[in-house]
């Protein structure tokens, strides 16, 4: 886990380089071919712009220069999607996956309807994201740092699935004693949004690439205010304030202030845990099983060249925020560290989930 | 001023964004294509959009939309050349122009009539893009604030429609869109990932089906089935005769008439769902009844060609304002225009609200793309009208097996799959016995096209109105019955009372006769039996899932009950009641040269031979045997019409980078591409 969690941007870029450096030169080739990588959510949501991001530089450096289309699977939250690719097999390395802190969730807390093995799979590149929850502008007015003035009043949040990513903002607002009524069902981040946006949801959360694009300007036009970010891991695995947003508090700071909310006990454990399962290596590409090593190879030789690019770091913090991205052996620690939970956590979230939403996953 | 500081910039924007020489090249290339698919009965919006969608990934935004636009918008335009030249409409929107058009033809007045309706569909064309325009500036506000019960109510206003799309048995056609909702609801749920009337033990379907495959299965097979089973040359050679001026002299008199349609275009073609299908059919009874001197209707009246003319392009811009404003689809192939958007660029296009808010430049480019296709397509059409015409004399034996070459190819685009090519026969078969039995085929794809919007908006208004009525009733109130809805209540309700005395206008499947009870009730009772197959598999979907059972068992349950009074009804009445409708057993379809099981064997054949050989091999003996057999042609000619087929073929998937779908051979061989 420490391997990981000191890891950040500007170090992963070196690490790539020395990656890139020891790797032989792979006889796969892609000429001619297309690589169809995909996402298990709608067009709208961050694991969209995350794919978006790396689609074309990806093409750029695998060798061949493969056209590298995004291809969008929503439905149940994600696990329709990865269902659909534990049934894929590797045939010549053209079909690619993008799982996301969604899929990692249900998966966890052994949702009866996942029927897929992240054993299965193989990792090649791993990416952390953050997370913004931000207000309306009328209740943004009364948010003074803490929740204190908040509670009292019914809120309305746009929910993709009570085991998924959202478990962390529902839980988040509850442990701050807000009263948010969850609205099931909605395909993904961006639909939320889109809620929000037409003021029927009057609370949201999106991930950070997500927020840097749609909502920065709701909130330069007045009609959103961000409230606070899941934050970062630190050094020594605390929770500190999330760099690519560092003027937003994290809702550690925010529970802190609050009446009533602790940042210790098993629900706050419960809390982080799946925070750094959900959020710190959030975004997978996975190739399918059975895929032969001087492939994998070639990927990870791909993106080691991207992450080694001089202007990385400056365009990734444009579109997808300040966050480590991790290749080859790395992204395989990185996976270790996404699917592994305490199992007090586990039972912590399952009884709250059962409780609150009467979600059964025995 | 909203309109002056916003609207001014934006259109200016989409000005620059349309002139440029690559987008206008890519927009001649999909007036061009759209010309093509137009001109050839059985081709039309959908078939032609699904072959270019996978040249969409990735693509620069501007480029894609003037290809996707260009060819949308001149199907209409080429689709008259059939209707006229051969009294077979081109695509579904042409269909009332046959009633006059084609007594023109055969008085040697082709050319008055094609130019009178290419000066009419180019108006209509022009009136919908300035519709278009003026409805975003006036209609942006409002439609910001469209929450889920307004777009709820866009959906069920398109499917209200369905009982007017219907013909003469309403409860058919009710039916029809209840079983076309219930085949949207295939595989699995969208909130809770259950699986509907699926099993993973047979992965295709739970998937899902796919709308290519479900819009070409269900219009174009039926059609092209229907005519091969003609085999006519598809028009007797008749020479376009002079004429060009007096038809555009035509129209100039008929202006008024041709300005009224054109609204009437925009109108139906705001309405979600309805599209082509009828719009001409209600121009045509407009024309009709708005002109005192009705003795030469049907025998050759050029005002029953301005008519429909005008009214079918218009129907293009109307279409485009749910689509764009709502992102509910207005037609098949809008749905998959919607798809295609998220394609292009890095998927920065969003229709719905979110465009209106931040890409309106592009939605003004997409206006100003229609309204520049259209006046390209009228002329080429008018430039290219003798080669145009000629193709219509070739016998339609020779051109069929190419048109079910290019379906079945956009069918297994999506998966290179071989049950791409199953589901597309499955629904193909689907089509032919609906419009053998007379049910509604555009209601069955509204419904299909439809059951996603209303199963989402539903179930999230639902909830939040819940949510609201805990908060007080007027919150609640205020929330399902907003001002908006409200409005949209009474349009629904006006459009249905304006509807059904349309209806008897409508002929949407032509006329058809009745007798025999049997077959009819056959076919009823498969139906009744898969609505309830849908209703026990849905019904006993566990309940931490029910949100995933509400729309299909509603849908089920409401559909059974028609299907139940339909059966009731057909034991009471007499065989040659509108209710025992046969395409079999009478009027054009009973003088066919070929039967409908032969015919189909065909096609039968082509899938068996690809479930072995894989697809080259198999069209390969298929275009072969066709051309021989089928069409009578002499060895040399077969063989070069097949190498032709198979060379097309295979630049496209060279193109696409595609490999073709692979049969048992493939399984225990390695054969080199294209056979793989």
Known sequence: ?362 | MDILSLALPALADAWSLILQPTVLMYLLLGVTMGLAVGVFPGLGGIAGLSLVLPFMFGLEPSYGLALMIGMVAVVPTSDTFASVLMGIPGSSASQATVLDGFPMAKKGLAARALSAAFASSLFGGLVGAFFLTFFILVARPIVLEFKSPELLMVSAFGLSMVGILAGRVALKGMMAAGVGMLVATIGEGPFNGELRMASYDFPYLADGLKLVIVGLGIFAVPEIVALLRKDKAISERTSLGAGWLAGVRDWWANKWLSMRCALIGVIVGVIPGLGGSVVDWIAYGHTVQTNKDRSGFGKGDVRGVVGPESSNNAKEGGGLVPTLLFGIPGSGSMAIFIGALSLLGSGELEVGQVMLKNNLNYTYAIVWLLALANVMGTILCIALSGQIARITNIRFALIAPFIFMIISFAAFQSGQNLMDLAALFAIGFLGIMMRRFDWSRPAFLIGFVLANPVENYSNNANQIAGIRFRQGFEAGMDYIASPIVLTLLVITVVSVIVGLKQARNIRAEGEVASGGKRAPLLFLLTMIGFVSFALYDTATIPGYAFVDAVFPVTIASASLLCGLVLLAQMRLRPESDALFADRETGGEDADNCFALWPTLSWFAALLLATSLLGFILALCGFLLAFFRLRAGLAWARSLVLTGIGIAFMCFMARLLNRDFPPGLLQHYFDLPWPLT
């Open chain 1, 1 to 362: 886990m420490k391997k990981l969690t000191h890891l950040v941007a500007g170090a992963s870029v070196a690490f790539g380089l020395t990656v890139a450096a020891s790797l032989p030169a792979a006889a796969v080739d892609f000429s001619g071919k297309t690589i169809e990588w995909t996402i298990p959510f709608s067009e709208t949501g961050g694991s969209a712009k995350w794919a978006n991001f790396f689609a074309p530089l990806l093409s750029e450096n695998l060798p061949g220069k493969p056209t590298v289309v995004v291809k969008f699977m929503p439905g149940a939250g994600s696990t329709k999607g990865a269902n659909w690719f534990q049934k894929q097999k590797h045939t010549d390395g053209t079909v690619m996956f993008g799982s996301s802190g969604s899929t990692q969730f249900p998966y966890l807390l052994g949702d009866p309807r996942v029927r897929y093995e992240y054993g299965d799979w193989n990792p090649v590149m791993a990416s952390g994201t953050g997370g913004v929850a931000y207000l309306n502008a009328e209740d943004g007015a009364k948010f003074d740092g803490t929740a204190n003035n908040l509670k009292g009043k019914t809120f309305v949040y746009g929910n993709q699935g009570a085991t998924r990513l959202d478990l962390i903002p529902a839980l988040a607002w509850k442990m701050l004693g807000m009263d948010v009524e969850h609205v099931m069902g909605v395909k993904g981040r961006g639909d939320g949004r889109k809620m929000f946006e037409s003021g029927e949801a009057t609370v949201d959360y999106q991930t950070s690439s997500a927020f840097l694009k749609n909502v920065t300007p709701l909130v330069e036009e007045g009609k959103a205010v961000p409230m606070m970010t899941w934050g970062a891991l630190g050094a020594n695995g605390d929770i500190v304030r999330d760099p690519t947003f560092p003027d937003i508090p994290t809702f550690k700071e925010v529970c802190d202030a609050t009446d009533g909310c602790e940042t210790s006990g098993p629900a706050w454990d419960a809390w982080k845990a799946f925070f750094i399962a959900g959020f710190p290596s959030q975004k997978i590409a996975f190739l399918p099983a059975g895929t032969p090593q001087d492939v994998m190879d070639a990927y990870t030789k791909a993106f080691a060249a991207i992450a080694a690019r001089s202007d990385f770091a400056e365009i990734s913090a444009k579109r997808l925020g300040k966050y480590p991205m991790y290749v080859g052996a790395d992204s395989k620690s990185a996976l270790a560290g996404a699917i592994t939970v305490s199992d007090s956590a586990k039972d912590y979230v399952t009884g709250w989930l059962q409780a609150e939403f009467g979600v059964s996953l025995k």
